[in-house]
């Protein structure tokens, strides 16, 4: 057993899901890592430095203990599988947000830069990486919930497009947020990319087998809170009109607190609450998640699943990914495992000395769940 510093987040278990573990280090040596758990086996060829891997084709609701081994050492990781929401799976779809590409520098007084020597610009490393990893995971659409360019510009507008076309195959719905609109040089184009995926400017909507994911506009132009004011009522009229289960993409969280109780602040707690009511009304499971804080986190506002999702470039640098059963929902956040972005995530966790590293991931039990619906499943 090696000894890890404040400046390397330690082997864990990043992620669980029904039948796969996904595990994370901040520092191991060069050479094999090899993950065993039951008769399940992973194994990666390791650079050194940070780096993470998958053990699939493990039961689920299982406790498992996984052993890690490398080169000089080893640990054990006890874990459990998330329990499958009842029926077939129905569909796969993934989120990611907070890209802000065309950023530079990092941490409170932006002096975190990326000394690598790519030729990438790392937001754009981190956030091809996950669009990369989602798909292999088995997404069908991806919805990119905002502040995919750092600012209004030509350049990072044009920097959202080369992703939307590096993936043109993928179906994706992508929403402002502040730093989409913050009226730096420039105005928020109708559409990115050759492909001319349009920016939702109220409320779009995507149909999977089993849900409906409904996109809606928050932001507001230079300002860094959002909004609910122009798409509330449009994101109810969709969900009632909806013949299945809903899931609602929001750039700015839904805030609880009469007062915002962190920084950055989303949309206002009564708003928030009113909202969350009237779609708890509707007769349709519903799901709503958020991006903007950079942090995960979840929680229930009565039957509706309420998540947020870190940021793809600073760490822990995640993405979401979604199974839709007939009789529920399953969210998996996954840290992005590609040497050339978790390389640069894991060093931004000592943003704010340090504290970032403990704020931004939220707990595993927030990252990753299960939700079985309460109310009329799936008809679709
Ligand atoms: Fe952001
Ligand atoms: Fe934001």
Redesign the pocket.
């Known amino acids: 057993m090696i000894l890890f510093g404040p400046r390397a987040s330690p082997p864990q278990i990043w992620a669980v899901e029904d039948t796969a573990v996904q595990l994370t280090w901040g520092d191991l040596p060069p050479g094999p890592v090899v993950a065993t758990a039951g008769s399940s086996r992973a194994a990666v060829d390791h650079l050194g430095g940070p780096g993470g891997l998958v053990v699939d084709h493990l039961g689920p609701d299982r406790a498992v203990d996984v052993e890690l081994w490398w080169s000089g050492g080893s640990v054990t990781l006890p874990a459990r599988t998330l329990p499958q929401p009842p029926g077939r799976l129905l569909a796969r779809f993934a989120t990611i947000?907070?890209l802000?590409l065309g950023a530079l520098r990092w941490g409170a007084l932006k002096t975190m830069t990326d000394s690598s020597g790519h030729e990438v610009p790392h937001p754009y490393r981190c956030a091809s990486a996950a669009v990369a990893e989602a798909v292999e995971w088995g997404a069908e659409l991806l919805v990119i919930k905002?502040?995919a360019a750092q600012h209004e510009t030509d350049r990072d507008f044009a920097a959202v497009g080369q992703l939307a076309d590096e993936f043109d195959s993928l179906p994706m719905l992508l929403i402002p947020?502040?730093?989409d609109v913050d009226g730096r040089a420039g105005s928020i184009p109708l559409t990115v990319g050759r492909r001319r995926l349009p920016f939702t400017r109220r409320v779009d909507r995507f149909d999977l087998p089993g849900v409906r994911v409904i996109a809606a506009d928050t932001a507001v132009p230079g300002r860094g809170s959002g909004s609910l004011a122009r798409v509330c009522q449009p994101i109810l009229d969709e969900a009632s009109g909806s013949d299945r289960p809903l899931f609602i993409a929001l750039h700015h969280q839904l805030q609880q607190g009469r007062l915002p109780r962190h920084w950055?602040v989303g949309i206002s707690a009564p708003d928030s609450t009113r909202f969350l009511d009237r779609l708890d009304g509707i007769d349709r499971p519903a799901t709503v998640s958020s991006?903007?804080t950079?942090r995960n986190r979840a929680r229930f506002h009565r039957s509706v699943m309420v998540t947020e999702v870190g940021?793809t470039k600073d760490w822990p640098g995640v993405w979401a990914g979604y199974a839709v059963y007939e009789g529920g929902i399953r969210q998996v956040v996954r840290r992005i495992m590609r040497t050339d972005a978790i390389t640069w995530t894991e060093y931004s966790r000592m943003a704010l000395n340090g504290l970032w590293g403990r704020w931004s991931p939220g707990p595993l039990d927030q990252r990753c769940l299960a939700h079985a619906w309460a109310r009329s499943p799936t008809t679709v």
């Open positions: 947000s907070d802000h905002g502040d947020g502040n730093h950055p991006g903007h950079h940021s």
